[in-house]
Every structure is written in C-alpha cells, then in structure tokens.
C-alpha cells in the first residue's frame, strides 16, 4: 500500500514539473553513460528556487531508467557519520548484518544517492568528502542539494574539482513558468500578471495557483508589497476553505514538524485528518518521516503574521503544542526524548531574548558524542589554553574521578571541538572539595540554602567551552546549552544545578529569562580569574513549570505588529534579467521606472547595497552599474561605437533613435545594430557578475 503511495505521489509530482530540460537532460546523461563522467552533481540555490522539486524529478527520470534512487533529507540526520550511514542503509532497506559499501561493490549497475537540505550537513561535509565519497564503487552518482555552493575544499582540491559538477539553480523563464500556470490551471488571462509580479520564483508560483484552486474563479490582484512571498502567503491564507483550514495552516507554521496527533492536540479536535491531508497536499508543504512542515519562507510569514494579528491564539496554539510535547517527552527513549526537546526548543527561535544567545540551527555545526579515554590530552589542552594550567589539573582529575559526566561536541571528523565536563556533586569526597575551590563554594552554598535530601542529586557544569570560540555565542555553545537543557528534563531526581561564567554579565539577560540566579557565594578564583556562578534550585521551580514559566515569557514577548520577515533575493532566469536590464536602460533616466525594476532586488544589487537599503540608494547604484558595464565597451576600438550608441540614447540620450543615429553620424539600420550589441555586451557583463556572486 506504501509503495502504491509512493508510485502515486511520484507520478503527480511528475505531471506538474516543468522546466529545468538543461538540468534534466544533463541528468538523464549521466545515467546511460557508459561511464560517469562525474561522481558528484552539487546543486545549490536559494530557498525556493525547487531543488527539492528537481531531485525528485532527478529520482523519477531513475525509476524511468531502473536505476535505483536513495533520497535522503539532510533535515532528518543527525551530523555524525554513524547516524548517517546507519540511516542510509535504513532508507536502502538494508539488513544490519550487511554494510553499506560491500552491498554496493557486491550489486552491479548504476545507483543514484540524492541527499537534500545540504546546508544542513556542514559538520558532515569533510567527512563525506574526504572519507564516505571515496569509498563508493565509480558507479554510483552522488547528488548533493543545498543552498549554498560548495566550499572551499570542494573548489580548490584537483582531484575533486574534475570529477564534481556544479549545478546552480535559478528561477524558472517566462516560457516555463506560464507551463507550470497551465498546468495548475489558472486562467490564461491571468497568467502576464501573475508572472509579472512573481519574476519565475517557483515557490511563489505555486503559492499563486494554491490561492486560484482555493478559490477558482477569482482574480489575481497582489497588493503593493515588496515581499512577495509574504503577500502571497497573505492571500492564501485569507482564501483557505474555511476556518478550521486557516488555523490548521498557522498550527503547521508554528512548529517544527506537524503530525496528525499533533495537530489534533493544537487544535483541540478528536479528528483532524481531513485537515492534515488538505496540509499535505499543499505545494508551500513538504514532509518527512517524523512528520509535515512548510518551506522556510512560508513559515517565517505565517509565524510572524499570526503572533502580531491574533496574540491569543498565538497564544493558545503555544501552550497546546507544550503539552503535547511535554507527555510525550516522558514517555520516549533518550533519542526520541532528544528529538521533542528541539521540537519543543524551537517554540522559542524567535524570542527577542534568546536569539542573541543561539546560533538556531537544527544540526548545527557539530554532534554530541560521549568522551574517549583519547580525547583526556585535548580536553585539558582547551582548559589550559582559556583558564590556565591550575584549572588543567582540576579538569584532568574530575576526568579520572567523573568521566561519565564529559560530553564531547565533536567535528564531522570525530575532532573534538567543545565539552561540557558535569560534576555529580552528591558523589564528591572531602578530598574533592578541598581540592576544587569551585566544587567548595557550590557544595558550602548547597549545604546553607538548600541542602540535598535523599534520593536528591546536584549537578555543576564545572567546565564547558568551545576549542575556538570559549564560552561566546557559537554552535558548539548553543549545543552546550541544549544537552543542558536536556539533562535537566531527564535527569531523575535532579534537584540543583551551577553553572559558572567566566564573564557572568554577558548573560544576565538570558540567564535572567531562563530563571538561572545569580550566586555570588558560589563564585571562586583559579590563578588570579574570578568566575561567577548561577543556579537554579528544580525542587522550588520543577522542570515542567520552568517549561511554562519560558513559555509565558515567550508568548509575553515580542508580539509587536512591527515583526517582519527578511525579503528573498529575486534569483530571476536569464531571459528574466536580460528583460530587466533592457529595462532598466531604457528608465536610466526615469527614476519612478527604474524604481520598479526587478534588479533592485537581485544579488547583484543587494550585495553592494544591503538588505536594509532604500530604493532611491538601489536604484543608483543600477545606474552605477549599468554605466560601468558600458564603460567596459570603450576599452577595445573595436566595441567604443557600441558604447555610443549606448550612450546616446540611454545615459545622455537625443529625443528619438533616429535622431540618435544623426548624432552618430551612421545609417539608422548601423545605428540600431550597433545599439543591440551594446545591449548584449552590458547584459552579458551584469549576468556574469551576477552568477559570479553565486558561484564564488
């Protein structure tokens, strides 16, 4: 029944794919070659663009082909090369007893690897580089999706460099785009208007013809808005079928992953499975095995429009979506228990208090992994490096006494990059505390304002840090955080923690929100450094009323109306930009005209003037832009007669071509050839300037 759904959604995503036959037929090239004339096909562009859309199309041409074909979200693996294998042999259906490498030797023909969301693997991308990549056999294709190009390793390494290619993805062409309109069966009539405003962007394409199959019949008419996927997003929403659609999509935008059972929760309703299919079938919304979430952009627009248009629901989808996660943090394993802990963190991503202190992202840059007897000499190496070589010495006995406490962040490469080091103060001996000066302070603190009862234990978070960065904002800290977090919510019994700072002001506020209090009898000095400490007693505020006590501050937090979403790049076809750059030749003089050329919101422009940047300061510096690509035609006697029929009609132009042509001295038909090769030169220049800031 499975893979009858799957056969099903496969031939209906197929039926509206349209566009990308470069990319495709250079797909279906590489199957039937004899031999692979590349190993990798790296494929990145911004969000939106449908790098999702082109690897299943890249997944149907195999299946066409009998190629086997693995997909695997780089959103659902944990960056460790264990999890990543063991859960590609998952996905592949192989038995534990066999590995991944010897069934590929073993098996002959061509297989496909297609790994999505790639920006999302960074702590892995070394590792499948230089260790996982090369021990497939020459007949399996690997292709990597993401966001952002490849790094520098993949660019500057000889081998790789000839066996790599590189695809970057942009957005669809006129032709293509009005294809995808017939397909989805908006009206003809509608289609100069829809592509007019949408410049391509196949995620607000299909944005477009979600609202007309909502409501056929209906005009397309977007208001004056800059962000075209939150107007579009705007006017979905106003158009779902009733309301219970409308709150079912604002359910989805606020967390991570929506479920069947999740969404009943938030919702309050003892069935919502028409509801979660009308979610699925969405184009805006994509799943995975744990369950459905939105693209990115949709989720920011519908998070940040519910929280400022509607705070009490806001509010009440909050709370229902804890409570969900709450019972079933209690009821999982340790890995599930991980998996709900982000679930539930990431109600938090966007606090005004919070953001400041962690780097959000949902691998992050580095693992978690339990300490090896071998990494003793590194660990202690980082304590002497940041808090000298007394403090060396308490690290490296707290290893021998406590070992089991030591968490390791560790790179792709198994390099420890960070630790946390947590002492079980009700294990310590006399000899401990005279020892550690700041084990003496915590256990004397313990000992006068809340002394351990039985069954009770404490934790001090003796030593944490990152090998680069030491306890400032990083990935490694916001790792750090969150296995504290998780040890306090699974940590039987758990009745105080301490946590010392080398700079303990930097995070009174988030400290402060996170009701960790300052305690200045537990501070303490190690080779001349003070540290201040804070701590938080769990018997006064257990773990589940911290959970609520977050939750009113967040809810409490940040529901101004002035909360936005960041504008995308407009990533438009080539046939798009050369559109606009003869556009923008033909306004050079006509400010309101130039205002309104899509260029102002290219990577060409907005990399030089900034995100933040007035129209009037875009527009100048098209014009800048514009002048200089000409200006390159005057360096060759051969194109300067290009570079004045440029500029005699568009930067210092005469009252009409003709007229033009009399300036220049040259028979009209010259004139007008002249004019199109200076044309051509400057988009050409433009272009490749901008594919330029893509590719690196």
Known sequence: MASLLADRLDAARHRRFVGRIPERELFQSVLTAVELPFFVLYVFGPGGVGKTTLLREFSHIAAQAQVPATYLDGRNVDPAPDYFLNLLQQTMGLPASETLFHFLEKHSGRRVILIDTYETLAPLDGWLRDNFLPQLPGKVL???AGRNPPSLDWRTDLGWESIVHVLPLRNLNPEEGQSYLHKRQVPAEEHPAVLGFTHGHPLALSLVADVFAQRPGSRFQPEEAPNIIKTLLEQFVQKAPGPAHRAALE?????????????????????AHELFEWLRNLSFIDSEPHGLFPHDMAREALAADLRWRNPDWYAQLHQRARTYYLKHLEQGDRRQQRRILFDYIFLHRDNPVVRPY???????????????????????AMVKKYEGQAAARLLGHWLNRQSQGVSVLRAASGQAQGFLAMVALEEITAADRELDPAVQAAWDTLRRQAPLRPGEVATYFRFWM??????????????????????????????????????????????????LHRLPAADFEIDGRRYGVYGHDWRVVPPTAWLSLLAEREIASGTSPTTTTAEPLLVLSQEDFARAVRDALHDFTDTTGLRSNPLLQSRLIIEQAGSESSLATRAALLKEQLQTAAATLQQSPRQAKFFRALYHTYFQPAATQEQAAEVLDLPFSTYRRHLRAGIAHVTEHLWRQELGSLEQ
């Open 142 to 144: 690997v292709v990597l």
């Open 251 to 271: 359910a989805c935008g606020l967390v991570r992953l929506t479920t069947e059972s999740l969404l009943s929760a938030m919702l309050n309703t003892p069935d």
């Open 358 to 380: 962690f780097e959000w992202q949902e691998s992050g840059s580095v693992f978690t992994d339990a300490m090896q007897p071998a990494d003793g000499p590194a660990l202690i």
């Open 466 to 515: 990152g090998q680069d960065s030491y306890q400032a904002v990083s990935p490694v800290q916001s790792r750090i955080f969150l296995n504290m977090v998780q040890h306090y919510l699974t940590t039987p019994g758990l009745a105080y923690t301490f946590l010392p700072c080398a700079d303990p002001d930097f995070w009174a506020d988030i400290f402060a929100y996170a009701d």
